[in-house]
């Protein structure tokens, strides 16, 4: 799998850097001190591959989405309520959210590595002249605000804001010549209402009558420009597939069209999900500009619990979930009401598999924290317990952009 490939080339960068003599007492002493730290948060369910009897040998790969999170050291968010680009309904600390000042001070810690807080005024001078493009949905966009907010308040001159290719919005800041745009789109693939004519085509014979018309080879207009602009790319897909509020099984389910043509038999949601990957991911490879940096984002997980979002279920809780509830909620077994987050990844990483994308693993730390949604403070009749407060964790999902970024830059590969 290519995050495995990732970590490992991180994992020995970060080993080479070090003067040899010192380094396995060094890295023995570091891992100890650290396995201590995570033992005591983590339950002897998880069995490891670690033991103290035997170490393991170095450089072992660091698995970043395999750690816990801790409250202490802090992490010290880079902005604050005032941001002007986060969302109402996302700005928890603004709403008052009782937990809201402490949510984005939990910090990740990987078992076997560190994850370092990213550096904004470091990133604006590494990445001058340079253009990070966002293309997915809404949690897409919650981490492109992330970023944003970062980085203005390490450039207090003028950003431009614009809509470069497509984007939703975009921003440069002028000082450094560091562009970073937010281009919307649900499925990656165009898609718009569709009806039965009276020709009589292959879905009316099939008694369609409305729907959804979804191009599986045909890139939304709000992006297919992007991958001629941006040096560095970060995809998502992955809520609306399992949207039937909007694409009712019945009322307007998706209807798969290949080369202008319907797919027949009909597919369902995530057969035709398969079939976009299939198609849009060799897209971005063949256009994407030589040298771009593709990231594609795993599945942020949903945390409603008592009922979906139109159920009046909710996320009431003040802190991270543990490893057992964890497991309750989202493993796929249960097929528990927020059971989408791992199914789209098993999606993902199959048409993922073999291409140069370097896979953002976000969501099993993410799973841990039911208690940064928005929920009643997020202003909606429904609790919001899929979007995340900002700062939040978004805030952590950057860093670990950040860190794999650099690793691939400055690295060999
Ligand atoms: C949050 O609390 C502050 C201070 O008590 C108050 O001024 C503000 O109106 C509250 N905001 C909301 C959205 O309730
Ligand atoms: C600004 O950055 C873009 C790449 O994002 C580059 O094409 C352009 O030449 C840069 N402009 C200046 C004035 O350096
Ligand atoms: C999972 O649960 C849903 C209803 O909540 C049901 O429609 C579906 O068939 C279940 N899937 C499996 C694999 O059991």
Known sequence: MASGRVTREVNE???????????????????????LLLSQYRTASTSTSTSTSAPPTFPAACDYSDGAWLPRPARTPAYDRTCKEIFKGWNCLAANKSNAPSLATWRWQPRRCDLPQFDPALFLR?????????VGDSLNRNMFVS??????????GPVRKWRPAGADRAFTFLAYNLTIAYHRT??????????ATDDGGALETLGFREGFRVDVDVPESTWAQALRFHDILIFNTGHWWWAPSKFDPTKSPMLFFKKGQPVIPPLRPDQGLDMVLEHMIPYVEENARPGAVKFFRTQSPRHFEGGDWDQGGSC???????????????????????????????????????????????????????????ASAGGKKHDDCMHWCLPGITDTWNDLFIELLNSKINGRS
């Open 126 to 134: 590494a990445r001058a002249h340079s253009s990070v493009g966002f």
């Open 316 to 374: 009431q809780r003040d802190r991270p979930l543990s490893v057992e509830q964890v497991e309750e909620l989202f493993s796929v077994r249960n097929n528990g009401t927020n059971v989408e987050a791992r199914l789209v990844n098993e999606h993902l990483y199959k048409a993922l598999k073999g291409s140069s994308f370097i896979i953002l693993d976000i969501t099993h730390m993410s799973e841990f924290r039911a208690d940064a949604h928005p």
């Open 186 to 195: 649900n499925l990656l693939s165009r898609y718009g209402r569709w009806s």
């Open 147 to 156: 970023l944003f907010c970062a980085l203005k308040t390490a450039s207090p």
């Open 13 to 35: 960068q970060q080993s080479t850097k070090k003067k040899v003599p010192l380094f396995p007492l060094l890295s023995l002493l570091c891992f100890t001190s650290i396995f």
